[in-house]
Nanobody
Framework: QGQVVESGGKSVQPGDSLKLSCVGSERTIRRHTMGWFRQVSGKEREFVAAIKWLGDSTLLGDPVKGRFTISRDNSKNTIWLQMNNLKPEDTAVYYC??????????????????WGQGTQVTVAS
């Protein structure tokens, strides 16, 4: 089904907000659960958020609950990650992808594929 393109990452200060975008082809985005993961060099990829294709169900990782929101617009083949009250520990490369099979909200990155090149988010004062 192809890959996606992430964008929107940049350097910000603690407490700032940032919105990441993930754009794919219609074939990639539609009818797929989509999700965001992040990775720090030398560490495993970490689950951030996932959303079912109708947008009626989402899952957030514990470190970002209450601060991040995932949303999508299937007519635009786009998924967003709204990040509020950013912390230095949110610094990472953020990736968007979809499950290799199935429609559930998987938090294990082993179930996911279609990663883009990622977008760097740096939170520092």
């Amino acid at each position: 089904q192809g890959q996606v393109v992430e964008s929107g990452g940049k350097s910000v200060q603690p407490g700032d907000s940032l919105k990441l975008s993930c754009v794919g082809s219609e074939r990639t985005i539609r009818r797929h659960t989509m999700g965001w993961f992040r990775q720090v060099s030398g560490k495993e990829r970490e689950f951030v958020a996932a959303i079912k294709w109708l947008g009626d169900s989402t899952l957030l990782g514990d470190p970002v609950k209450g601060r991040f929101t995932i949303s999508r617009d299937n007519s635009k083949n786009t998924i967003w990650l709204q990040m509020n009250n950013l912390k230095p520990e949110d610094t990472a490369v953020y990736y968007c992808g979809y499950p290799a099979s199935g429609l559930d909200l998987y938090s294990d990155p082993a179930y996911w594929t279609g990663w883009g090149q990622g977008t760097q988010v740096t939170v520092a004062s």
